[in-house]
């Protein structure tokens, strides 16, 4: 514990905003004398829930191609420097089992084993970490940065900005780092929640409704991504990893179509099975349950035996290529990152130094660097948190 005296007659090093995933592994990276600070009450609060509590750290596949940025170049240098593989042998080095599930994905067993791991490390390199502390301004003072905090001033050569995006403001989300981005005179790139469930427009929501709770396998598509994986219903639209991952690639107004059953040619099935049954729920029960197929016809009925071909032509539509305008994303509360974010060509992308601002250093979600599902936002936040460390090494 770091005294009032202390805090208030040390110039530090380096002053790290933010006591997550990218903050905490910057600060276990270097050993120049350092403080963390946090206004949550608990360090790492957003990987401590993490992966279902347990941490999709990783992505053995991970490659700039699974990023979403305005500058598709700016992540390569800090993959390079920080792989999957050193992340692994850290969790090994602290005894800390792992494993590898599908697509890649690596996975911790219980998320705050990690969390554990990333304070006992920094604590090693000579950080202090202040929670319960809200940093409320940061200003350039006689050549050092001047951080006013609810614990009183905090003086530091270097600042780290580390303070995320806006998703989940109940685990300690806030504009405070795209604001002072700005106050310093970065761009930023307008921010928008992603990884996150779609809302149907009004005239989908009641019928929809009933299904809340189901899941399938289906493809989402919008524009030119497609991605197929568990699909559920909720109860404003559509949720799950399929829904999740495309709502990275969906802007306002834009039309998603849904393929209720990936794989199938549903007119050539409907037109197999209409002397078989009565109805295209009967008919399509191994594929998809009855309840899912009844919504998604909704009006136009599910009578197969006496189906017209124009019939059976829309309601194969309806089943292979669903059409709807979502009316929104399930917002910040609920959305696991936010896209857009200070702009990189702000941010030298070896050191993550602000061109702009000598000494001012920004890292993990608050950059425009967005990642698909899957282990890839935390592999950002390790990989941009260990870049700036380097860098802040090598400073006196
Ligand atoms: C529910 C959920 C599950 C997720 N699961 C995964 C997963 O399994 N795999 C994956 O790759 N990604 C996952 N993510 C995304 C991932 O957690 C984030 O991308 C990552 O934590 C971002 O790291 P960061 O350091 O940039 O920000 P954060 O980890 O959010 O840390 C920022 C910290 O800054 C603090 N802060 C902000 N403003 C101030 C201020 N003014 N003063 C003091 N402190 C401040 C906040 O309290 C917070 O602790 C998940 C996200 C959510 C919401």
Redesign the pocket.
């Known amino acids: 514990m770091i005294s009032d005296s202390e805090l208030k007659n040390t110039v530090f090093h380096t002053a790290i ?9 910057c600060a276990g990276s270097f050993s120049q004398s350092k403080i963390v ?4 009450p608990k ?5 401590s ?4 509590g ?6 053995l596949f991970v490659s700039a191609a699974d990023y979403l940025s305005q500058n598709k170049h700016f992540c390569k240098s800090a993959l390079a420097a920080f792989k999957p593989q050193d992340f692994v042998a850290l969790m090994e080095e602290n005894n800390l089992p792992w494993q590898e599930r599908e697509n890649g994905q690596l ?1 911790a067993f219980g ?1 705050q084993h990690i969390v554990q791991m990333l304070v006992r490390r920094a604590r090693q390199a000579g950080t202090h970490i202040l929670t319960g ?4 301004e940061v200003k350039q003072e006689n050549g050092l940065f001047l951080l006013h ?1 609810s614990a009183g001033p905090v003086r530091a050569q270097h600042v780290v900005l ?4 806006l ?2 403001p109940a ?4 504009p ?2 795209l604001k002072t981005a700005q106050k310093f005179g970065l761009q930023v790139i307008e921010p928008r929640p992603a ?1 996150a469930g779609l809302s149907f427009p009004k005239e989908y929501r009641e019928r929809f409704s009933r299904l809340a709770g189901n899941s399938l396998k289906a493809e989402v598509r919008c524009e030119k991504h497609v991605f197929t994986g568990d699909l559920l219903f909720t109860h404003e639209g559509v949720s799950g990893p399929a829904v999740l991952q495309i709502s990275l690639f969906w802007t306002p107004g834009t039309e998603v179509q849904i393929n209720f059953l990936p794989g199938q040619d549903a007119l050539a099935l409907l037109q197999s099975k209409k002397n078989h049954a009565k109805t295209i729920s009967a008919a399509l029960k191994d594929h998809i349950s009855a309840k899912i197929v009844k919504t998604i016809l909704g009006p136009q009925g599910e009578d197969l035996s006496n189906a017209s071909r124009l019939q059976l032509e829309n309601a194969a539509r309806a089943l292979n290529r669903f059409s709807f305008v979502p009316a929104a994303t399930a917002g910040y509360t609920r ?3 936010t896209a857009g974010g200070v702009n990189t060509r702000e941010i030298n992308p070896v050191t993550f130094e602000a061109k702009k601002v000598p000494g001012l250093y920004i ?4 950059l425009d660097v967005t ?1 698909r ?9 390790w990989c ?2 260990y870049a700036a460390a380097k860098a802040l090494e090598k400073q006196f």
Not at 54 to 59: K, L, P
Not at 374 to 381: C, D, E, K, T, V
């Open positions: 905003i933010g006591a997550g995933a990218s903050g905490l592994m600070l946090d206004h949550n360090p790492g609060a957003k990987v829930v993490s992966g279902g347990n941490c999709n750290f990783s992505n996975f998320a502390t809200e940093v409320l905090t580390a303070s995320g995006g998703s989940f685990l300690g989300a806030c405070f780092g990884l959305a696991e990152v890292i993990g979600e608050l990642g599902l899957g282990g890839f936002n935390l592999h950002w936040a941009s948190g």
